[in-house]
């Protein structure tokens, strides 16, 4: 930060101190937006920077990174490469006590570079976080392959003057950065599970709302959710959700359905959950155990002449549609049952 000449936090220096911007909150967010168009219009050097990484062991990995001149002169500039956490696991909070993100950890590259006309430089490091701290006793080696970003930066040599309390004040040495680029281990979404109602499920309420749970262990990922549903399999897509609920509305008596979630991220990531199946409660199922049988008129019978429990939903004890229950529904069903009486209605 003393190169930068800091004047008060939170500061953010755009494009290596080509804007800047002193203060946070939402009320920032037009000024940021503002500032790194107005950087990524500015006119920069013709080269790309390409980074790899792969992880090798417990807290360590294998950082690679390449910058191609695309230019018909030589190019020099300073590199330099962080690695981060895309939210911290060590305690680091912001003001409102979430984990910071991004918080860096300690550079992977930090040097000159000269790339000569039409070519390619290229080197890599093996980066450990067990051999790294923060100063003060705490070494990296919690981090893991799904928190782990590396962000890169070259830099062009000439100088700008540039103020950390623009317009004027605190004055520092400003280079701006000819390309960035980052990379990180990116992950599909879980598999969705806890499924509600659980999978091969009878007697289900026709008001049933669907739920399931599922996560995306990118911590900036966001995760929406396809729902497939209806009576038929596979079954059809009908709407995507951003939580882990859908409304299917009333469901008819004694009907099967199959369901499906299919989990996707914003990076373009997917996992195809598993298919699921229940069933509706019949009506005349009055004891909710999936079959209609003499139990059922007993359970009626309780329920209407001894202060039994009520059928739920009361519809179930309502055999014959007239809209309630009572002891026609009792003879509807013997004469169902025993007698070769009229199919109870749906």
């Known amino acids: 930060m003393s190169q930068l000449n800091l004047y008060g936090f939170p500061t953010v220096w755009f494009d290596g101190g080509y804007k800047v911007s002193v203060g946070g909150g939402s009320g920032n967010q037009s000024d940021y937006t503002t500032k790194i168009n107005t950087c990524g219009n500015r006119a920069v050097s013709n080269i790309d920077l390409n980074l790899s990484l792969e ?13 191609q001149n695309n230019d018909t002169s030589e190019y020099r500039g300073f590199l330099e490469a962080y690695v981060t956490e895309a939210a911290s696991s060590l305690g680091w909070k912001d003001l409102w006590n979430k984990p910071m993100t991004h918080a860096f950890l300690d550079y992977a590259f930090r040097e000159s570079i000269a790339v000569a006309a039409g070519g390619t430089w290229t080197d890599s490091t093996t980066w450990a976080g067990y051999q790294h701290s923060n100063g003060m006793g705490q070494t990296f080696a919690s981090i893991t392959p799904v928190n782990t970003t590396i962000i890169a930066a070259v830099f062009n040599p000439q100088w700008h003057q540039g103020y950390s309390n623009p317009p004027g004040g605190y004055p520092f ?44 262990s990118n911590y900036l990922d966001k995760v929406a959710y396809d729902v ?49 199946i229940f069933a509706t409660i019949a009506r005349g199922d009055c004891n909710a155990d999936g079959r209609r049988n003499v139990s059922d008129v007993l359970y009626l019978v309780n329920y209407l002449f001894k202060f039994g ?33 009229p199919a109870i209605c749906q």
């Open 55 to 67: 992880w090798t062991s417990d807290s360590a990995m294998k950082i690679g990174v390449s910058v």
């Open 173 to 216: 040495n400003a280079y701006y950065v000819d390309d960035a680029a980052a990379i990180w281990i990116d992950v599909p979404p879980d598999m969705p599970n806890d499924s509600l109602p659980q999978d091969s499920a009878k007697a289900v309420s026709p008001y049933v709302d669907l739920r399931w749970t599922s996560r995306d």
């Open 228 to 276: 497939y549903f209806g009576t038929v399999n596979p079954p059809p897509f009908v709407v995507n959700r951003t939580t882990g609920l859908y409304d299917p509305g009333t469901l008819p008596f004694g009907t099967p359905f199959y369901w499906q979630i299919v989990a996707k991220d914003n990076s373009g990531d997917s996992t195809v959950g598993p298919l699921w």
């Open 309 to 341: 429990d009520q059928p739920n939903p009361m519809e179930i004890g309502d055999v014959d549609c007239d809209t309630m229950a009572n002891v026609n529904d009792i003879i509807y069903m013997i004469n169902y049952l025993f007698k070769g009486g």
